[in-house]
Antibody, heavy 116, light 107 residues
Framework: EVQLVESGGGLVQPGGSLRLSCAAS????????MNWVRQAPGKGLEWVSY????????YYADSVKGRFTISRDNAKNSLNLQMNSLRAEDTAIYYC?????????WGQGTLVTVSS | DIQLTQSPSFLSASVGDRVTITCRAS??????LAWYQQKPGKAPKLLIY???TLQSGVPSRFSGSGSGTEFTLTISSLQPEDFATYYC?????????FGGGTKVEIK
């Protein structure tokens, strides 16, 4: 069974940093592209970042470019999102999602709250 | 960036109704469009990909059509478990984008 489990969310002050992780199981992680998608409270979905299966190709939304860094460890079946210079508008549930032409599996999400 | 405009943003319908949701792209995206269903407190669930391909395990009352700039999601006979918010997503080019969502509520 495919499982994606996010962790690392929490309360952080504006300007602070947080590192999210997504533990993958039930499939050959190294063969799949991965993404982060977020959802602010009561709002719609926003794609955040993409990483290819090897990690060689990476894309970011303009809203996070230069502040967030996506990475993966295929040996540990793990996807990461390093978030720096956090702002109030980054407050959201962050989901990891598998796929390239569609997002077929999603984690349950981890809540990031940026507030003083 | 490619903008996706969903309509309507809110829809009130009864069990058994036929429901159609439209997603318009600001430029052509071929068939690189997916539809998701999201229920409160849950992660989105893939329904349709490549504009018209039904994801495994999704009931056949869901269907998708369209290409280029105009797409539709149709629920042929609305069931109680279908009351949720639906999103379209373009996967033609980065940055990937989602439509604003359509909330389907019970009439």
């Amino acid at each position: 069974e495919v499982q994606l489990v996010e962790s690392g969310g929490g309360l952080v002050q504006p300007g602070g940093s947080l590192r999210l992780s997504c533990a993958a199981s039930g499939f050959t992680f190294s063969s799949y592209e991965m993404n982060w998608v977020r959802q602010a409270p009561g709002k719609g979905l926003e794609w955040v970042s993409y990483i290819s299966s090897s990690g060689s190709t990476i894309y970011y939304a303009d809203s996070v470019k230069g502040r967030f860094t996506i990475s993966r460890d295929n040996a540990k079946n793990s996807l990461n999102l390093q978030m720096n210079s956090l702002r109030a508008e980054d407050t959201a549930i962050y989901y990891c999602a598998r796929g390239f032409t569609e997002f077929d599996y999603w984690g349950q999400g981890t809540l990031v709250t940026v507030s003083s | 960036d490619i903008q996706l405009t969903q309509s309507p943003s809110f829809l009130s319908a009864s069990v058994g109704d036929r429901v159609t949701i439209t997603c318009r792209a600001s430029q052509g995206i071929s068939s690189y469009l997916a539809w998701y269903q999201q229920k409160p407190g849950k992660a989105p669930k893939l329904l349709i990909y490549a504009a018209s391909t039904l994801q495994s395990g999704v009931p056949s009352r869901f269907s998708g059509s369209g290409s280029g700039t105009e797409f539709t999601l149709t629920i042929s006979s609305l069931q109680p478990e279908d009351f949720a918010t639906y999103y379209c997503q373009q996967l033609d080019s980065y940055p990937l984008t989602f439509g604003g969502g359509t909330k389907v509520e019970i009439k």
